[in-house]
Each structure stands twice: as C-alpha cells, then as structure tokens.
C-alpha cells in the first residue's frame, strides 16, 4: 500500500506545527520526504533504499513526467503508437535490437534485492500520476503503467544510442545517432600535490542536447548510511554522475568502440538463399513483430516488420550493402548490473572499495573520473569492450567482411586490461573526450594497450584543458571554476597570428579591417567580445573551404572530425607527443585569407559590421529566459562549451553543452558549488524556482545544499511519501 501526504498548504501548516528537529528527522521505517528547494532540486530524505527509489520515481515524475514517460514508450519500441508516425524508424530499431525483450531477462538477472528498488523507483513513477493526472499531457498517459522492465530497456536504450552514436553503428541505425552533436563533456580530478589545498578536487561538466533523453535531473538523497549528491539522465533509476562524503566521480565520453558492423555476403539473389559464412551457406535466423502506428487522425494502422539475425547480429540493409549489427553491450549480460553498480558506486567509501565495484564491468562506456577525502585521484578509461582478434580502430570503424568467424568476436575485456591512472605524478587527471593517452602528463604509452582499445583522436578543447592545468603548479578552489568557466579560444591562439599577418600584408582593405577586429579581439567567448563572431564565421568557411579543395584534389577523399588537427589545416600538425605546443600554423594562407574575405562579407551583410559583441548574437534561450550568452565550441578550442543553433529571429541560441556543473572539494565538511544550466523541471511545477540560465550567464554556480540545516533554509515545497 502506498500513502501519499499531500503537499499542499494545508498539509505544510500541520507539519511544520509539528515538526521534527530538522538535524534528527524522524521517519518511520518506510517513510520518505522529499524537500524541494528554491532551485527545483528534491532532497530526498529517506528511511531506506526502497523508500529513497519510491521518492526519486516520484520526483522525476513532478519535474519531468511527460519527457519521461515518452522516454519509456520508445524504450517499448511503441513511439509511433503512442505518439505517431515520426518515431516508426525508431522503434524498427529498438525492436530490430529487442531491447525491450533484454529488459525482461536483465530484471530476472537482478542482484537480490536491486530488483525490488527498480520496483520502488517504478512505483513511485505510477504513484503519481495516479495522484497528480493534471500534470501530465493526455499524449503520455496511455504510457501508464510503468514496470521495471521499462526502465531497465530505457536505460539500455539510452546507453546503446550512446555507444551507435559514437561508432559507425550510429549511420545505420535509425533514431540512434546523435546528430550534429555527438556527447561531450570535462571532467577534472586534482589531487593533494597539485590542489591549492592539499585536499582533492573534482570536476564535473557534462555536455549533452538540453532536449530529450539527454537531460539531466539533480537530486540528493540522503540515507541513514550515505549523503549522495548528483545528476541522472531523466528516467535513470540511479544517480550516474555523483558524490558523497568519502568521493565523488565524473564521466567523460570516450573514444571506445562497442559496436562493429558486418559486411554479409549472400548465397543467392534474396535473402531467403541466406549467407556465407566459412564456406557455408548459413540461414537467417526470423522473427516478426507488429508495430502499431497512431495516425493524424488518431486512427491506428499497423505495419508487420520482419527481422533477420546473422550469427553476428542483427541484420539491416544499408546503402546497398546488406550489413549485422554487433553491440558489445548487448551481446553479454554484463548491462543487467548497470544500474546496480551505479547505485554501489554512491554507497562505496574509499578507492579500494569503488574500484573492485568498478570491475564488475556493467558500465557499456565512459571514462570514470576520480577523487576522494583520502586525496587519491584516478581515471579510468572504462566500457564494455570487444576483445578483438586482430585490426586497428580505423579497420574496425569500417564494416568488415562478415564470411569470416574469425573476426566474430565473444569476449570483452576486462576493466584490469583497460588504461588507467591513479594518483599520478602530475598530481591531476584529465578527459575531454580523447584518447586515453593523454589522462595525465607525461603522456600514456599506447603501445602497451590492444591496438584497436580506442579511437586515436583528440580535439582542440582537450587540448585547452591540458594547457590549463600544465600551467600551474597548484590550482585551488576558485580557480578551478574559473577555468571550467574559461571563453578563450585555443584555436585563435594556433591560427590568428598567421592569419592577421597574412591579412595585413595584403593591400585588400576589407581584409585589412578584418585583421584590425581580430587583433583587437580579446580571444575569450564572452558576452562582450567584439571579434568572436568574426573569428567563428572565418573558422567555419576555412574548414568548409580546406575540405573542398582536398575533395578536388582527390575524389576518393572523405572527411573525419579527427582531421581538424592535422596537416590538411595546420603547417604544424598535431604531434601527440606534444600535446602542449601542437597543432599551430596556417597550411593554406592564401584560403585563409578567401575565407576570410568570405566571413567579412557575410558579417556586414548580416550583421552591418565586423566586432558586433559576441553575446548580441549568441544568445542563452530558454522558455521566456533572453541572456547575452557565453562559451562556443570544441572546434574552436574554448573549454566552456556551449553550442549556438540559428533561432527564428536570425540570433543563435544555445542548444547543447554546459548541462550538470559540478565543483567538489573533498574538505571536510564536503565544499561543493553546482549549476544545472538548464534548470531542473521540463514540466510545469506546482511552485516556482529560480532560474539557473541567469547563474550561467553570469559565469556563476551556486551552493550544493547537502546538511539538513541548509535544506531547511531553502524549502520551497515539502512532500511526505510512504512506500509499502
């Protein structure tokens, strides 16, 4: 039986008449309260774990009921049937995985005991919105109700978009690649010999879309045995990024490959004549299912989708070419404990005890970045990764020939086998979303790891957070989020010497006028810099510029983002040995200075002048929130990442980047400031919150309200819940 108290006027009057001492609550034994404060953030004050994942369902569901339960329908693979024909592509993929058929054997797979708290968590979701149906739009509600299968398949599904997303998987999967804007994100770890004072920091500073399942919810909860602090991905059961008393983590995007695709080659014109495989013919494995499809006039049609698998995987015809697909997290059942490890990780009270949680393997991708009380740091780079038998990454980020069971991997390897550092000697650790080489200085040697273990990329903004921390001896509190704050762009820094000189030497007087905006240029990203958009609009006509010519030259040629750092744009390209002082130097002045004849051009047409302030063009957008924004892009080697899209009035507004800030320093008590950039509701809230667009674009994060007392101070709105 579940209770629920409301939260209404009424009900806070009678409790606060009698209430407990904030510092000792008194809580029956299947009790929780949730105390939201003036940010929109619940503290989650909880007799035990059941009652604590009964209250964070809860929670999501007031602050994002209609994103989450559209998030599970598409983990159903039903998207099209609850919501119409655009999510039909999607669901033929969720299906072609079965994602939602893992999802029953992975809730049977539970630890004992876990699965009864993805029951609380599922229970608090349905709970209200039996309570609170006003809230939530008619479109969702025939989603209810939620069961634990359903969120174990929408993590799973989130986390295999993540791993298609990053790997040639993306491409033929539909509704599984990320775009134009694959994740990102910071993270930092300081330890004692490199912290101002000796105790050790954390960065956290995920990038993601600010839409959709890429959203992220704060919360705290707070237990008898552990005070966890963090963000999850809406409709995680868990905290995923997080810290409590003893240490804290982060998570980076890393270069890993947990997907290959397979070229199959048939035995007869159909694919009814099944395919080759050793010298054998081999039949399909089939299997239909019916997806239903909502019409615009609320109609219902259906369509049968009948699904092959290869001995490799599932099979999907792309481009011609008739390819399996094989998901290293699918293949095993190591994603059944994802959630669970994540919850254990939060619990853990020392670095011996995270890491052997850590080898557990469950966590299909990510760097996990490290700091504790005891001032260890570490970074591990971490997935559920093929053991492959032979190849490097780029013959492996191509479909490779799918006759040959020698290339059909089974095994993953081993969280022993994969890089990592603990409290090395630079006294920090470090990822952007690069190769694991360069986690700490002096840099890793990647001869000592399997060749294909990872991509062998970095990026420009990597790079800038390596010359931050390579250029202090120490850094302390402050500092470090005045660096996470950091506009400057590395990419000037490279190229804008050249560039300048090679304008002014010229007797073209626009060029000329755009040389003195640049020189002037303070090199940051912020509001009021008066050359960024200049720069920018230049960056990306040269880059559109040199990929033509190499086209021309070579029409076999295909471009890759990892080529932003190399020969084809720099005189000096990018030397991984020498990640400080590489890549720099124009390799084409003369297309240099036609893309930036091109960008002047552009500018004074659209914007009557060359150093319009860079925060009149980008602008920080959210619902009625108007800001002169801040930051810009990996490309352009600016640590503060924000992404500009065009908005309707011909201004840009920020789309992705800066979501879940997070400064911790492991002092005792913990000292932590945090931001969500974004705010922490997409639903419509029964009170007001602050709002968190303003703190960003100010540059500012704000207190993370932890002790009992601070809550109290900052309580917007009180919920008592009962779980039994």
Not at 254 to 270: E, F, H, I, Q
Not at 663 to 680: D, I, K, W
């Amino acid at each position: 039986m579940k209770i629920f108290i409301s939260g209404g006027a009424l009900f806070i009057a009678l409790w606060l008449s009698a209430c407990h001492t904030i510092d000792q609550p008194v809580l029956q034994r299947n009790n929780a309260e949730i105390l939201w404060d003036t940010w929109g953030v619940p503290h989650i004050v909880a007799a035990n774990d059941d009652s604590a994942f009964y209250a964070f369902g809860w929670a999501q569901m007031r602050s994002h009921g209609d994103l989450l339960l559209k998030l599970y329908a598409l983990a159903r693979g039903r998207g099209a049937e609850y919501f119409g024909e655009e999510y039909l592509t999607a669901d033929r993929s969720v299906r072609l995985l079965g994602i939602p058929g893992l999802a029953e054997q992975w809730y049977a797979q539970q630890e004992p005991g876990f699965g009864d708290k993805l029951s609380a968590f599922a229970a608090g979701i349905n709970d209200f919105a039996r309570r609170h149906p006003e809230t939530l739009s008619d479109s969702v509600r025939a989603v209810l109700p939620v069961t634990p299968q359903d969120v174990i398949a929408h993590t799973a599904r989130v986390m295999t978009v993540f791993v298609a997303g990053i790997s040639e998987c993306g491409a033929v999967l539909p509704g599984f690649d990320f775009h134009n804007q694959p994740p990102a994100s910071n993270g930092w770890a300081l330890g004692a010999n490199y912290s101002g004072s000796g105790n050790a920091l954390l960065l956290a500073n995920p990038h993601l879309y600010w839409h959709g399942m890429e959203i992220f919810f704060e919360a705290h909860l707070l237990l008898p045995d552990v005070n966890l602090y963090g963000a999850a991905l809406v409709g995680s059961p868990v905290l995923q990024i997080a810290f409590n008393d003893h240490l804290g983590w982060t998570h980076t995007v890393n270069p890993m490959d947990g997907c290959d695709l397979y070229r199959l080659r048939l035995a007869g014109d159909s694919l009814n004549d099944g395919y080759w495989l050793d010298g054998v013919v081999r039949d399909f494995t089939l299997a239909d299912e019916t997806i239903r499809v909502r019409q615009a006039d609320g109609g219902i049609t259906s369509e049968v989708l009948q699904m092959r698998r290869a001995v490799q995987g599932p099979v999907i015809e792309h481009a011609g070419e008739i390819l399996a697909v094989r998901l290293a997290l699918l293949e095993t059942s190591l994603l059944a404990g994802m959630n669970r490890q994540w919850w254990e990780m939060g619990r853990a009270g020392n670095l011996e005890a995270f890491q052997t949680i850590l080898q557990g393997g469950h966590l299909p991708l990510f760097n996990v970045i490290y700091a504790d009380a005891d001032r260890h740091v570490m970074l591990a780079y971490n997935g559920i990764i093929p053991q492959r038998a032979a190849g490097g990454a780029t013959f492996w980020r191509k479909p490779v020939a799918g006759d040959d069971s020698r290339l059909i991997w089974v095994h993953t390897h081993h969280y022993r086998e994969l890089p990592k550092v603990i409290d090395p000697v630079s006294g920090w650790v470090q990822n952007s979303n690069g190769a694991p080489w360069h986690m700490t200085l002096p840099v890793l040697d990647k001869n000592q790891y399997p060749e294909n273990i990872a991509a062998d990329v970095t990026n420009n903004r990597e790079l800038r957070g390596l010359r931050m921390l390579a250029a202090r001896q120490r850094m302390h509190f402050d500092e470090l989020i005045a660096a996470k704050h950091s506009t400057r762009s590395l990419a000037a820094d490279q190229l804008l010497d050249d560039l300048i000189s090679a304008a002014f030497s010229g007797s073209d007087p626009l060029l000329q006028q755009a040389a003195g905006v640049l020189s002037r240029w303070d090199r940051q990203y912020l509001a009021e810099s008066r050359g960024a958009q200049l720069f920018g609009v230049w960056f990306e006509r040269w880059v559109e510029s040199t990929i033509v010519k190499a086209a021309a030259a070579n029409a076999n040629y295909v471009f890759s983002p990892e080529q932003l750092l190399g020969s084809l744009f720099y005189s000096q390209p990018f030397d991984s040995l020498q990640p400080l002082t590489t890549p720099h130097g124009l390799a084409d002045k003369p297309l240099a200075l036609a893309a930036l004849r091109q960008a002047a051009n552009q500018l004074l047409v659209e914007a009557g002048g060359l150093d319009i302030p860079w925060g009149e063009v980008a602008r920080l957008r959210r619902g009625t929130t108007d800001l002169p924004g801040n930051g810009a892009t990996t490309d352009l080697g600016v640590f503060r990442e924000i992404v500009y899209e065009p908005d309707h009035d011909g201004k840009l507004k920020s789309s992705y980047g800066d979501s879940f800030i997070a400064a911790v320093e492991f002092s005792r008590p913990v000292r932590a400031q945090v931001l969500m950039t974004y705010g922490n509701a997409t639903q419509p809230q029964a009170f007001v919150t602050a709002d968190q667009l303003h703190l960003a674009a100010k540059q500012q994060l704000r207190p993370a309200w932890r002790s009992l007392n601070e809550i109290e101070a900052n309580v917007a709105l009180r919920e008592l819940l009962s779980y039994e």
